[in-house]
């Protein structure tokens, strides 16, 4: 059975990531830094928990760490799925291409793994705007003496959404289908505004509680 990268230790996908080898690369750290931003959501959710710290309901804590848990879980599958697209991206490159019918496949066969591996990433800042808006409901909402994870884990993710997206920009440039390029830039450009918006919000409100 293939291993995947996050059953390695962080410190033996670290120097992974650092090897010549394309993947592991950019886009999944940033999924990696997304999953890591969860967490710290999640345990900062658990701390008000076990504190006694909060007006919300035990059960309302709880589903809130579960949501963030779901959240990690899946970027932690992005973390190898984008690896694996962009390998897909590579063996396609590969394909023969000495007769016109060989180009044709190969051609098709470049478009489907290049649209693999945007629609990867993309899905990567889409899982990290979301670990966003609940870590900055926990630094408004969550334990006190936890604000500066909360907003850790904000910042952790706020790095997802913008690597994703460079991710998705320098794939978008390989397709042909305008629509689909055009359909998936406004996306990515509205992600990209939601995500700083959210990190502004998130700073602003982290120092504030810090001065209460």
């Known amino acids: 059975m293939e291993t995947t990268l996050t059953a390695y230790p962080l410190r033996e996908l670290e120097v992974r990531v650092a090897s010549a080898d394309p993947t592991p690369g950019g886009g999944s750290v940033s999924a990696l830094a997304g999953a890591l931003g969860a967490a710290l959501g999640t345990m900062v959710w658990r701390l008000t928990q076990?504190?006694?710290?909060?007006?919300?309901p035990e059960e309302r804590l709880a589903d809130l760490a579960v949501e963030l848990e779901e959240l990690a879980a899946a970027l932690?599958?992005?973390?190898?799925?984008?690896?694996?697209?962009?390998?897909?991206v590579i063996a396609a490159l590969r394909l023969p291409k000495?007769?016109?019918?060989?180009?044709?496949?190969r051609r098709a066969a470049i478009e489907a793994?290049?649209?693999?591996?945007?629609?990867?990433?993309?899905?990567?800042?889409?899982?990290?705007?979301?670990v966003m808006e609940r870590c900055l409901a926990a630094a408004r909402l969550g334990h006190a003496g936890a604000v500066t994870d909360a907003g850790v884990g904000l910042l952790m993710a706020s790095a997802g959404v913008a690597g994703a997206l460079y991710n998705v920009e320098i794939n978008l440039g390989g397709l042909t289908d305008q629509t689909y390029t055009a359909a998936v830039a406004a996306e990515a450009a509205a992600l990209r505004e939601r995500a700083e918006g959210l990190r502004h919000e998130g700073d602003q409100l982290v120092r504030r509680r810090l001065a209460e």
């Open 50 to 56: 076990a504190k006694g710290s909060s007006d919300l």
């Open 76 to 88: 932690n599958e992005n973390v190898d799925r984008d690896a694996a697209s962009y390998e897909g």
């Open 98 to 105: 000495a007769t016109d019918g060989e180009k044709a496949a």
């Open 113 to 130: 793994a290049t649209r693999v591996a945007t629609e990867v990433p993309l899905e990567t800042a889409r899982l990290c705007a979301q």
